[in-house]
């Protein structure tokens, strides 16, 4: 979704399913977000996205069930909890991409990592924490 | 005096000096840290999904075994603080959680043990005036920035912890054994954290090996997509630490310090005019403070892609 995409919203996609699912698994009231824009003016993982942290909590608000879980933004950010510290409306986006993840990862067959095509150098290489971390945030 | 003390996982592996280092230099303050009893992993990130009810167990199950060796808590890995703080903090606050989760885990817990960070510990137990009288060696020509970053601050409401944009806890601890702190901006930037997994190509979900580009399109592997964050993330903060003229970066989380420590590889190869920084804990250069066989902690290229250890013997004096 860009910024001269015209989008079609209705009653319908508004008041989906799905937007009760990011709500109840996040616990977070996304129409609270008034799209001021200060979680992607802090957000350190920029750089690596297309759509801003704002904009998919746009397409969240919007019922764009498809575009959400199609961004690959919900896979860059790493939950540092930047952009909550600084919503002025106390929204924790760190949450409402954990329940886009979840969505995609729960019917566990969207798993992002897996460890038995890793090198075993790799495997060695990295600290517990970051293995253990990156199979809680990346596998269902 | 005795306190219960919880480690975590990678303070077994991979950041030993951070374990030896920390239980040494509180038994030189008069403290004993006790390692709490059958403790496990404590899942390394608190889930941030709320009907993940599952992912509490095991941080309320170290709670409950802290429990047994008092009503405090020791720990410094950035990240085991953040999840047994935040767990504690998710039980405190729902009698139907906590009481689903005790049932679950055959434990008695009703949320009454303090979480404190050894940087905590060390200012409100011991106090940094009184560590300050028994440095030993002379750390006053080593430059230092204090880094932070997201694990030990963020959420504030739940952990409390110093001021979540400017902390100074870590600077009031290193300029008392005598580091000359710098002011650092950087210190409570993201250094990518987890996203160091995906560094690897070959561990692309689902792809056979030489059809990852192809499939790089609306299905890209999180691999493709978060490939060089943590270099990017990394290289900024470090960058910052090098134009400041610091010597060396100061942390308390084994993942920032793998991130930190490990990126400086790429950065090399994609800026050849960067210059490399050794990343070290608090408590290593606690350590060498208080008098102690700085040997002993992992301060050398066998533990770092960075070597710490030139700079430390030229600027540390008797």
Redesign the interface.
């Known amino acids: 979704m860009t910024s001269s995409t015209r989008v079609k919203i209705s009653r319908t996609s508004v008041r989906s399913e799905f937007v009760k699912r990011v709500n109840?698994?996040?616990?977070e009231n996304i129409l609270a977000c008034y799209q001021c824009g200060r979680c992607s003016a802090g957000c350190?993982?920029t750089?690596?996205m297309k759509d801003l942290p704002n904009q998919v909590i746009r397409m969240v608000q919007l019922g764009l069930e498809e575009d959400a879980l199609?961004s690959?933004t919900i896979?860059?950010c790493?939950?540092?909890?930047?952009c909550?510290?600084r919503c002025p409306r106390g929204v924790?986006l760190?949450?409402v991409?954990?329940?886009l993840r979840?969505i995609k990862l729960r019917p566990g067959t969207g798993?992002?990592?897996?460890?038995e095509?890793?090198?075993k150098e790799?495997l060695a290489?990295?600290?517990?924490?970051?293995?253990?971390?990156?199979l809680?945030?990346?596998t269902g | 005096m005795e306190i219960g003390y919880f480690p975590?996982?990678?303070l077994k592996?991979?950041?030993t000096g951070l374990d030896d280092s920390v239980k040494d230099t509180a038994r030189v303050l008069g403290h004993e840290l006790i390692e709490i009893p059958d403790w496990t992993?404590c899942?390394?990130?608190f889930?941030?999904?709320?009907?993940?009810v599952m992912?509490l167990a095991a941080p309320v199950r170290i709670l409950a075994n802290a429990r047994k060796v008092g009503d405090k808590v020791v720990t410094v890995?950035a990240?085991c603080y953040n999840v047994l703080k935040r767990a504690n903090y998710a039980v405190r606050h729902d009698e139907e959680k906590l009481k689903k989760i005790t049932d679950f885990i055959e434990a008695e817990y009703v949320g009454d043990v303090t979480v404190l960070h050894y940087l905590e510990f060390l200012k409100n137990e011991v106090g940094f005036d009184a560590i300050a009288k028994l440095v030993k060696r002379n750390l006053g020509e080593l430059k230092v920035v204090p880094y932070y970053g997201?694990q030990m601050l963020?959420?504030?409401k739940e952990l409390m912890f110093d001021d979540?944009?400017a902390p100074m806890m870590m600077d009031e601890l290193l300029r008392a054994i005598g580091c000359n702190v710098l002011e650092f901006p950087h210190k409570?930037?993201?250094c990518?954290?987890?996203?160091?997994?995906?560094?690897?190509p070959?561990?692309?979900?689902?792809?056979a090996a030489g059809s990852g580009a192809a499939e790089a399109g609306?299905?890209?592997?999180?691999?493709d997509?978060?490939r060089?964050?943590v270099s990017?993330?990394s290289f900024?903060i470090l960058d910052a630490a090098v134009r400041r003229g610091a010597d060396m970066v100061v942390l308390t989380c084994?993942?920032c310090q793998?991130n930190l420590d490990?990126a400086q590889e790429e950065i090399q190869k994609q800026r050849s005019n960067f210059k490399k920084i050794p990343i070290v804990y608090f408590t290593q250069l606690l350590a060498l403070a208080l008098g102690l066989d700085g040997s002993k902690y992992a301060l050398d290229a066998k533990h770092h892609y960075v070597d710490p250890s030139e700079v430390l013997k030229a600027k540390v004096t008797a």
């Open positions: 109840e698994i996040s616990g350190p993982l750089f690596a199609a690959k896979w860059v790493a939950s540092c909890l930047t909550h510290a924790d760190s949450k991409m954990e329940a979840a798993d992002r990592l897996r460890l095509k890793m090198s790799t290489r990295l600290p517990q924490q970051a293995l253990v971390s990156g809680r945030k990346l | 975590g996982c990678t592996t991979k950041a992993c899942g390394a990130t889930s941030l999904a709320a009907d993940n992912a890995c990240g997201c963020r959420p504030h979540p944009e409570v930037e993201c990518g954290a987890f996203l160091t997994v995906c560094t690897d070959s561990a692309r979900a689902g792809s609306s299905e890209a592997g999180v691999e997509v978060a060089g964050a990017e993330c900024t084994p993942l793998f490990s």
